[in-house]
T-cell receptor
Framework: QQQVKQSPQSLIVQKGGIPIINCAYE??????FPWYQQFPGKGPALLIA?????SEKKEGRFTISFNKSAKQFSLHIMDSQPGDSATYFC???????????FGTGTSLTVIP | KAGVTQTPRYLIKTRGQQVTLSCSPI?????VSWYQQTPGQGLQFLFE???????NKGNFPGRFSGRQFSNSRSEMNVSTLELGDSALYLC??????????FGEGSRLTVL
């Protein structure tokens, strides 16, 4: 049973486009929502994270939008670049240690 | 500062064997977590250790076990390997809670 559902599975955009990746959860005990970026042969690396008391967070070209009532959150990548081509994972965790529930990942390809 | 180091990076085992994977966390990090990554399933949480104590455990069979040493280094063991155990096993360290720093993983192939 996947506690965090992620879509789409794959995404192809042109350079400069704005890919959007969506995640949904059911467990209202979740209170920390990070996004991780993973390149081939590497471990995931934290990109940006949000807590449910905030509806939006921006860090550089990356923005998280959070809808607490709908139990959904999404990642937007502004002015996407070929170097952003990677797999992106959303995740969620209750405040009880480092047990994170990950989505199944989105493979993003940015075409030059 | 050195990152999270996992050894071995690649290994091949046969069904029924056992395997031990090692993880050295970032210096000063007391929490070590283990995840199994397979295509289509994403990352599945195995367990977390904090100051040598298991703090959380995921929904995996008892064949999967782990431990943490006083220097925060951690090992995980899988006994009686099955074909379905083939995966990338990722270790992540954290100061206490929150941001995970992942290693590059140990890729296990079970034949």
């Amino acid at each position: 049973q996947q506690q965090v559902k992620q879509s789409p599975q794959s995404l192809i955009v042109q350079k400069g486009g704005i890919p959007i990746i969506n995640c949904a959860y059911e467990n209202t005990a979740f209170d920390y929502f990070p996004w991780y970026q993973q390149f081939p042969g590497k471990g995931p690396a934290l990109l940006i994270a949000i807590r449910p008391d905030v509806s939006e967070k921006k860090e550089g070209r990356f923005t998280i939008s959070f809808n607490k009532s709908a139990k959904q959150f999404s990642l937007h990548i502004m002015d996407s670049q070929p170097g952003d081509s990677a797999t992106y994972f959303c995740a969620a965790s209750p405040n009880t240690g480092n047990q994170f529930y990950f989505g199944t990942g989105t493979s993003l390809t940015v075409i030059p | 500062k050195a990152g999270v180091t996992q050894t071995p990076r690649y290994l091949i085992k046969t069904r029924g064997q056992q395997v031990t994977l090692s993880c050295s966390p970032i210096s000063g990090h007391r929490s070590v977590s283990w995840y199994q990554q397979t295509p289509g399933q994403g990352l599945q949480f195995l367990f977390e250790y904090f100051s040598e104590t298991q703090r959380n455990k995921g929904n995996f069979p008892g064949r999967f076990s782990g431990r943490q040493f006083s220097n925060s280094r951690s090992e995980m063991n899988v006994s009686t390997l099955e074909l379905g155990d083939s995966a990338l096993y990722l270790c992540a360290s954290s100061v206490t809670w929150g941001q995970l720093f992942f290693g590059e993983g140990s890729r296990l192939t079970v034949l």
